[in-house]
């Protein structure tokens, strides 16, 4: 495992780039560990999806064997698919439940994701907005898209964005449909927080692991600044760190 500093292409972004997947969930789990322990506060932006389980897992084990206490810690999640109520298995509602929150003692009223049922779309974006402003981040986690979506905010959205809803491109229901029985039962729309509400959080840490995020993780880290690649905004940050697997960190 070793780091390195992209002193020109990237100044801000820190990057620590591991063997394989299991150590890159290792090292993310020592520093979301971190936050919690020094503040038990703490307000966490969370992700789903594949790559975030090695860490939740860890994160789980952690507070099995050391009580690391989240009873107060409070939660935002990134985004939902829309249709798909809380207690659909395929929820990202569901989903964070079952992998996370019931088993770090996280209660319901502590975590805050869209609603994908709400019909009235603008009002859940400014709810949604409302509470992110509420509940400043401390922290958030993001994973990568092979097309170098964060959340899903997919290519070409505006960096100014805040919650809105996103008609997903063509690859990521592609990519997501893994997890669905068939793709045609893949949402082909979701909310989505928005670019600027993710570079309001205090510090941020990337997750990519294998060969199909290396193009991504390549954009991100020394392409161009440009909505056609979302993650590349993640250069601003004053505290961003990447933390990459050797396959999706080969093109660097
Ligand atoms: C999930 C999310 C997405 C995923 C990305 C990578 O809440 O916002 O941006 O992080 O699609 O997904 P995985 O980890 O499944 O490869």
């Known amino acids: 495992m070793y780091r390195r500093k992209f002193a020109k292409e990237t100044q801000n972004m820190n990057i620590i780039i591991?063997?394989?997947?299991?150590?890159?969930?290792?090292?993310?789990?020592?520093?979301?560990?971190?936050i919690v322990t020094?503040?038990?506060?703490?307000?966490?932006?969370?992700?789903?999806?594949?790559?975030?389980?090695?860490?939740?897992?860890?994160?789980?084990?952690?507070?099995?064997?050391?009580?690391?206490?989240?009873?107060?810690v409070r939660t935002v999640n990134l985004d939902e698919y829309m249709g798909l109520p809380?207690?659909?298995?395929?929820?990202?509602?569901y989903f964070m439940r079952k992998n996370l929150f019931d088993a770090l003692g996280i209660?319901?009223?502590?975590?805050n994701i869209e609603d994908g049922t709400a019909t009235d779309e603008q009002a859940e974006c400014a709810r949604y907005d409302a509470t992110l402003e509420k509940l400043p981040r401390d922290f958030q986690l993001l994973g990568l898209g092979s097309n170098g979506h964060i959340a899903f905010n997919e290519p070409?959205?505006?960096?100014?964005?805040?919650t809105h809803v996103v008609t997903l491109a063509d690859s990521t229901v592609k990519d997501n449909?893994?997890?669905?029985?068939?793709?045609?039962?893949?949402?082909?729309?979701?909310f989505t927080m928005g670019l600027k509400s993710i570079m309001q959080a205090k510090k941020i840490l990337v997750l990519a692991s294998g060969a199909n995020k290396a193009d991504a993780v390549f954009g991100m880290v020394r392409g161009e600044v440009t909505e056609s690649l979302p993650a590349s905004v993640l250069q601003l940050?004053?505290?961003?760190?990447?933390?990459?697997d050797k396959a999706a960190a080969s093109k660097l």
Do not use: W
């Open 18 to 34: 591991t063997d394989d997947y299991e150590q890159m969930s290792a090292r993310a789990a020592e520093i979301a560990v971190r």
């Open 38 to 72: 020094e503040n038990p506060n703490a307000v966490l932006g969370l992700a789903t999806g594949t790559t975030p389980l090695g860490l939740y897992k860890r994160l789980i084990a952690d507070r099995a064997q050391n009580g690391t206490d989240y009873s107060a």
């Open 86 to 93: 809380k207690t659909h298995e395929q929820s990202y509602a």
């Open 107 to 111: 209660a319901p009223e502590n975590t």
């Open 156 to 162: 070409n959205t505006p960096f100014g964005s805040t």
């Open 177 to 190: 449909s893994r997890l669905f029985s068939q793709i045609s039962e893949v949402p082909r729309k979701a």
């Open 237 to 244: 940050h004053p505290d961003c760190t990447l933390i990459v």
